[in-house]
């Protein structure tokens, strides 16, 4: 069920949440104050470039309660367009943020995805950092199923098992687009008052099996020059020649409605 007052901007074929971080948090907060989960999503360039090829994504990231900005390029669209966004409000920001006010209210999380890595076990490691930098946050759930785990009725069943043993208030999965979007939507259903969030490689770095960006790269928009430059193999083709495009398109896109707009007055 989506927040009945939600405030949104068309970006292609999906809408995004004007709102900011403190916003997203409260969004969250009032939902498990009123016994309603939902669904996290935060959509960037990339997203909206699936989303443009599959109409049934662009339906998963619509249906979500909450579409956050978490690409600089959609917030100088916004501009263009005369609708700004009030500013970026990434996945991996967000996470901490909600851990934090978490930890003031005593609220129970839970992580699935990230790495497997027999030496390191992120999921392992991300969870006592949380508890760690938050004490008050009890993380009740470490989970990082095998490769397939969605299309074996097993590892599922055992997955939404543990949901509804532990009953996490907010559970961070960290699967990557559209992977982690398709549970998140099957797995609502065992935990109808939990909040998901998709936070793509999120819990990597919370564990410091990755890095971020520095903050500077991440204030000017940069930040995905710094995934291409970490995983050149696995990024510089979809970020040069799938999302660069896509970008300009939304740049465009946006000139005409902001037209559109000035003619309709005139």
Not at 3 to 15: F, H, K, S, Y
Not at 72 to 84: D, E, Q, R
Request: proline share 7%.
């Amino acid at each position: 069920m989506a927040r009945p007052e939600r405030d949104a901007i068309p970006l292609a074929n999906i809408v995004v949440d004007r709102v900011d971080m403190d916003d997203a948090v409260g969004a969250v907060e009032a939902g498990l104050r009123e016994r309603r989960g939902g669904h996290v999503v935060t959509p960037n360039v990339d997203i909206i470039a699936r989303c443009r090829r599959d109409e049934a994504l662009a339906g998963l990231v619509n249906r979500a309660e909450l579409a956050l900005c978490d690409g600089a390029p959609l917030v100088w669209a916004s501009k263009v367009a005369g609708t700004p966004l009030p500013g970026r409000v990434a996945g991996s920001d967000l996470v901490w943020r909600l851990a934090e006010r978490g930890s003031h209210l005593g609220w129970k999380m839970a992580l699935l995805g990230g790495t497997p890595d027999p030496s390191a076990l992120p999921t392992q490691r991300a969870g006592e950092v949380l508890e760690a930098r938050h004490p008050g946050v009890k993380v009740v759930g470490r989970w990082c199923p095998p490769m397939g785990f969605e299309r074996d009725a097993t590892h599922w069943e055992a997955l939404a098992m543990r949901l509804r043993d532990t009953r996490p208030d907010v559970v961070l999965v960290g699967l990557g687009f559209p992977k982690q979007e398709v549970v998140i939507d099957r797995l609502r259903s065992h935990a109808p008052e939990t909040w998901f969030v998709g936070c793509g490689a999120s819990i990597d770095f919370i564990a410091g099996y990755r890095s971020r960006a520095p903050r500077w790269m991440r204030r000017n928009g940069l930040e995905w020059a710094h995934r291409m430059w970490s995983e050149p193999r696995r990024l510089t083709k979809r970020y040069l020649l799938v999302d660069a495009p896509v970008a300009l398109g939304l740049m465009g896109e946006a000139l005409q409605r902001r037209f559109d707009r000035f003619r309709l007055r005139g």
